[in-house]
């Protein structure tokens, strides 16, 4: 893992979806292509590669999107990646590389974690919008483990398609409001095994990308499924996927409940950083999470609107907040927690 081996050839090259023409593009019979200032789309890359016409980075210039701008036009694009996938029966990796994957990248490269969050946690749960999620996390979290470039783009990518065998689980078995019976959560588990089958069959595709796939939901401790194995026998890649997945699940809206609070998912996870999920990993997560929270305005579960002022290395799902006039540090208090984020964080981590 530590390596670069096995990375897929176009994950290698220069990403130009989303980036701004700063020139005019002219075909060999110098007719107009494509104008200065467009912002390169799939079909408009498409219409290059048809005339023969290449790109390098001095013809393009990285424009400025919003979170929201950027996760939307992720979803979009990984919704008709699922689309082909469902009908062709394959993953089309190279385009997944040319498309989705420089979105997420660019979203996970940004310093502005609090708008991202808040970002992520207004969307509702499905397949295509939680694979984004949780590529978007798992690529947050590779950054801070401080992991090599190639890395988080491996990570990411196995965040992004670790959810693909649920594509064969019944529509109706995943958007069930109740409870799943025995037989319907059996079907659920096999999704593990489907996206591994799937992945595993794509030529030039990095193995621990379809392992993450297969291992997501195994735990520390071995009570995870498909297999049950100990976390010494669990790669990293989908250590730290399984961390992103368990966080995204719980912090989106589901059929059959709302989003949990950030700091209530957070205190969940780290509650089981002994057990089920790697302690390093979730250590690392809770405190970049926690701390990019700092100057941010949140409701406090008695009504109170405060702001966080500081988070503590041995508790930081607990932090100190600053509302009503008062200083209040929530390790005192017991009964009182940190609700929903609010809009205008100002602190970038």
């Known amino acids: 893992m530590t ?7 176009l994950i290698e090259k220069s990403h130009l979806l989303g980036k ?11 007719l107009l292509i494509l104008p200065a200032s467009s912002i390169l789309t799939t079909e408009s890359l498409k219409s290059l590669q048809e005339h023969g016409l290449k790109l390098d980075s001095t013809d393009v210039i990285l424009p400025e999107f919003e979170p929201e701008q950027l996760v939307r036009l992720a979803i979009r694009e990984m919704k008709e990646m699922f689309a082909d996938i469902r009908a062709a029966g394959r993953v089309p990796v190279d385009k997944v590389c040319r498309t989705v994957l ?3 990248m660019r979203i996970s490269g940004r310093s502005d974690t609090y708008r991202i969050l808040l970002t992520l946690e207004k969307q509702d749960e499905d397949t295509y919008k939680h694979s984004v999620g949780v590529g978007v996390m798992a690529g947050l979290l590779a950054k801070w483990l401080g992991l090599s470039v190639n890395e988080r783009v491996r990570i990411t990518l196995a965040g992004l398609l670790h959810d693909v065998g649920k594509l064969f689980v019944p529509q109706s078995i995943l958007q069930k409001p109740g409870q799943l019976d025995e037989q319907e959560f059996r079907e659920v588990k096999r999704h593990a095994r489907y996206g591994y089958d799937l992945l595993v069959r794509e030529p030039g595709l990095d193995p621990v990308i379809a392992l993450a796939a297969l291992q997501h939901h195994e ?6 499924y498909p297999a049950g194995l100990p976390g010494n026998r669990i790669e990293k890649v989908s250590k730290i996927v399984a961390v992103a997945d368990v966080f995204h699940a ?7 409940r ?9 205190q969940s996870i780290a509650d089981h950083a002994y057990g089920m999920l790697d302690p390093g990993i979730v250590r690392c ?14 409701d406090l579960s008695d009504g109170t609107q405060a702001t966080v002022v500081m988070v503590h290395e041995a508790d930081p799902c607990r932090p100190l907040v600053y509302g ?3 200083f209040i540090d929530l390790r005192k208090r017991p009964g009182l927690k940190i609700g929903r984020l609010r809009d205008g964080g100002t602190v970038s981590v």
């Open 3 to 9: 390596d670069d081996k096995g990375l897929h050839p």
């Open 20 to 30: 701004r023409l700063n020139k005019n593009i002219y075909n060999r019979n110098g």
């Open 102 to 104: 420089p979105a997420i």
């Open 219 to 224: 735990r520390e401790d071995g009570s995870g």
């Open 250 to 256: 719980m912090s989106s809206k589901r059929a059959y």
């Open 258 to 266: 709302n989003a949990l609070p950030l700091f209530d998912v957070l």
């Open 285 to 298: 997560f809770v405190r970049h999470v926690t701390e990019c929270t700092i100057g941010s305005r949140v």
């Open 324 to 326: 009503s006039g008062q």
